[in-house]
């Protein structure tokens, strides 16, 4: 970020707490419990959000190389993204055409050709058919109409988008509606990612952005791990389209303050930055790092959660890959102990019916935003 932007942020920060104020939504937010727990709400989701727009999958540092890849899904949709021999990117539905296997799964490199694990048909790394053992015993099914199914991929800022439908022109500038200014100045594509990691939980997808955009939990939920380390009443928000970015900071940013003069302020090693990317990914600045929350919806009431870490630089030392496990370790310790589990307990709770709604205050108002825009692209699609 650069560092005009940073002292922008700080002096915002600095008049809260003058004033004892922060940013904060228009008006509460009532949010009927069936937006979380009725399933045909949640079908409807799956189209609008995840079939018909573009869906952030990862960072391009995950396929720095060509021949190198990652399997993820959009909604229920497996998929493939391979980086191809002229630096571009390709994708496709991650199921061989034979008997729909996957081809791939994870991350990884090297790749001169892909070769499903079932009955080894094997494919270009854009996808055509390359062979089918025993060719003969298909010669009436066509090879051209053989091929791994594609889809739209598009990378820029360090991003990977992709969409479903094939044809489709994806242009992240467009989706981001004016956050890829700011996304830019992080020059992601330096970055090298050291790991993911997934988990599958009980609640429905959209309660893991929930716990993500508000700190007003973190003093009681969070009491005996990071709340001494952070001001949970003084935070940053700005909107961006659909699309909001968040700033909490750190106690730390005292010392800053204190001893340094304000040209020479530097925001980014006292903040935890978050920028939402709808419908279901968060991209955290965060210390030295950069970490990618992809939550992926399998049913109403589960999905799964994946957590990718960056390093600035590749982990050559086993100092450096000590240091960057046990930040993923620390962050993965803190929500799967501690927000998760909450968020298991409050889809239960909605779940009965014994609650009609939910309550979003003013001082959440990223939490309320992020309900709000998901209203929106499901009620334009209806209009549509």
Not at 21 to 48: G, H, I, L
Not at 126 to 149: I, K, N, T, Y
Not at 317 to 346: G, R, Y
Request: aromatic share 10%.
């Amino acid at each position: 970020m650069r560092v005009e932007r940073q002292r922008e942020l700080i002096e915002r920060y600095l008049k809260f707490r003058s004033e004892e104020w922060t940013d904060v939504a228009e008006a509460c937010m009532r949010n009927p419990a069936s937006a979380y727990v009725d399933p045909v709400r949640f079908e409807r989701e799956m189209k609008v959000l995840f079939r018909e727009r573009p869906v952030p999958v990862g960072l391009g540092a995950e396929c720095p190389e060509p021949g190198s890849y990652l399997a993820t899904r959009i909604g229920k949709v497996p998929v493939a993204i391979v980086r191809q021999t002229d630096g571009t990117l390709r994708g496709f539905v991650n199921a061989c055409r034979h008997r729909a296997a996957p081809v791939l799964s994870g991350s990884g490199s090297g790749l001169r050709a892909l070769v499903c694990p079932y009955h080894a048909w094997s494919y270009r790394l854009d996808g055509e058919l390359l062979g089918r053992p025993q060719d003969w015993g298909f010669e009436d099914v066509p090879r051209a109409e053989c091929s791994l199914r594609p889809i739209a991929v598009a990378e820029r800022h360090g991003l990977i988008y992709a969409q479903l439908r094939a044809d489709a022109a994806i242009s992240i500038d467009d989706v981001l509606e004016g956050m890829q200014t700011e996304i830019a100045e992080y020059d992601l594509a330096k970055y090298t990612h050291f790991e993911t990691r997934s988990r599958e939980w009980n609640f429905n997808w959209k309660l893991v952005i929930d716990t993500f955009t508000e700190p007003y939990h973190i003093p009681s939920l969070h009491r005996r791990s990071i709340s001494p380390y952070y001001d949970d009443r003084h935070s940053v928000w700005d909107t961006y389209g659909l699309h909001q970015r968040t700033v909490n900071f750190r106690r730390s940013i005292d010392r800053e303050l204190a001893e340094k003069p304000p040209e020479e302020r530097r925001l980014l090693p006292h903040t935890t930055i978050e920028y939402f990317l709808l419908p279901n990914a968060l991209l955290t600045h965060q210390l030295d790092h950069v970490e990618l929350w992809r939550v992926t919806p399998i049913t109403v009431d589960r999905c799964l959660v994946s957590t990718s870490l960056y390093a600035p630089e590749p982990p050559v030392t086993e100092s450096a890959k000590k240091h960057w496990k046990k930040n993923l370790d620390m962050l993965l310790q803190v929500t799967e102990t501690e927000d998760f589990p909450m968020m298991a307990e409050i889809h239960a709770a909605l779940a009965s019916g014994a609650l009609s709604e939910v309550v979003y205050g003013r001082i959440e108002p990223a939490l309320s935003f992020f309900h709000r825009s998901i209203n929106r692209l499901l009620e334009g699609a209806a209009a549509g």
